[in-house]
């Protein structure tokens, strides 16, 4: 069974930081490209950031360059999103995905909460 467990969201300042934790199994993890998804309340689901399994590339989208950083643990099918300087409108679930491609998720976690409060 393939399984995506995101964990370390919660409740942080403007400024604050999070480390996300996703813990994958079922599947070949370092075979697969592994990425972020957030969806704020009301908004639709947007990409994050995602890094590949062949290289390592990494690839951000603008509101979070310089602030988040992705990371992969291919030893202990482990990813990470390390977010800095959060800001209210980084607000939303997120959710790590595992994938062909940065914009083909296949396999989708469950999601966990972000709240930045201003």
């Known amino acids: 069974e393939v399984q995506l467990q995101a964990s370390g969201g919660g409740l942080v300042q403007t400024g604050g930081s999070l480390r996300l934790s996703c813990a994958a199994s079922?599947?070949?993890?370092?075979?697969?490209?592994v990425g972020w998804f957030r969806q704020a309340p009301g908004k639709e689901r947007e990409g994050v950031s995602c890094?590949?399994?062949?290289?390592?590339?990494?690839y951000y989208k603008d509101f979070v360059k310089g602030r988040f950083t992705i990371s992969r643990d291919n030893a202990n099918n482990t990813m990470y999103l390390q977010m800095n300087n959060l800001k209210p409108e980084d607000t939303a679930v997120y959710y790590c995905?595992?994938?062909?491609?940065?914009?083909?998720?296949?396999?989708w976690g469950q999601g966990t909460l972000v709240t930045v409060s201003s």
């Open positions: 995905t595992a994938g062909p491609s940065c914009n083909g998720a296949e396999f």
């Open positions: 890094m590949t399994s062949t290289d390592g590339t990494t």
């Open positions: 079922g599947f070949t993890f370092d075979d697969y490209v």
